[in-house]
Nanobody
Framework: QESLVESGGGSVQAGGSLRLSCAVS????????MGWFRQAPGKEREFVSAISRSGKTITYRDSVKGRFTMSRDNAKNTANLQMNNLKPEDTAVYYC????????????????????WGQGTQVTVSS
């Protein structure tokens, strides 16, 4: 059973940057499609970004396109989310997710599409 651990969250002012990382252990990292989701208080968990096993296909929700960049390092078993020009509406708990069956083809995904999850890391953006 794989384990996912997020890190890199924190508090920043609007316009600032943060880099989230997700370390995966207990499985073959290169066999997982990876995703980032977020959940704000009182709201449902929503898709942020996903990356294919090879890293060649990456998808984003519209509101983060041009500001967030997802990447993966299959040698280090990590998936990353570089977040620039952060806005107060980006405030949420960010979750890393993995799935061994999902094929990332350039669309948005639902939480049910991913089988394994981390515990989340808080991102707070103040205006």
């Amino acid at each position: 059973q794989e384990s996912l651990v997020e890190s890199g969250g924190g508090s920043v002012q609007a316009g600032g940057s943060l880099r989230l990382s997700c370390a995966v252990s207990g499985g073959r990292f290169s066999s997982y499609a990876m995703g980032w989701f977020r959940q704000a208080p009182g709201k449902e968990r929503e898709f942020v970004s996903a990356i294919s096993r090879s890293g060649k296909t990456i998808t984003y929700r519209d509101s983060v396109k041009g500001r967030f960049t997802m990447s993966r390092d299959n040698a280090k078993n990590t998936a990353n989310l570089q977040m620039n020009n952060l806005k107060p509406e980006d405030t949420a708990v960010y979750y890393c997710a993995a799935d061994s069956r999902l094929v990332v083809i350039g669309s948005e995904y639902e939480p049910i599409d991913f089988a394994s999850w981390g515990q989340g890391t808080q991102v707070t953006v103040s205006s």
